[in-house]
């Protein structure tokens, strides 16, 4: 092995080195799954284009159905649905989720 003949090979292998960065590796994801964990949106909000329908809940078919019913109410179909919650990419714990729900594909709009 080329690679094991390295004198900085040897010198950060000898002291340990490796395995205690890939320790600090393993103990950092760690720590960061649990506060993403503790950190994860409740629940979520939405709001009309007209400032009119507001909803918090994490069920976005049932968003979805009550905005349908506000937009009937209301007579306009020209409304439309945003989110107010932000996506956190800091949160590992909701990245599956950013990716396959259909809550994140609404529009952002600040409150």
């Not at 306009?76 to 594909?105: A, C, G, Q, S």
Request: aromatic residues 20%.
């Amino acid at each position: 092995m080329i690679w094991a003949d390295c004198p900085l090979w040897r010198r950060q292998n000898e002291g340990g080195y490796v395995v205690k960065i890939g320790i600090f590796i393993v103990i950092f994801f760690m720590i960061w799954v649990v506060v993403s964990f503790l950190f994860a949106p409740f629940s979520y909000e939405y709001i009309s284009s007209d400032g009119g329908f507001y909803h918090e809940g994490r069920d976005v078919k049932l968003v979805e159905y009550m905005f349908k019913e506000y937009q009937e109410k209301i007579g306009d179909t020209n409304v439309v649905l945003y989110r107010t919650t932000k996506r956190n990419p800091l949160l590992i714990t909701e990245w599956h989720d950013y990716l396959t729900n259909r809550r994140w594909k609404y529009s952002y709009k600040k409150k």
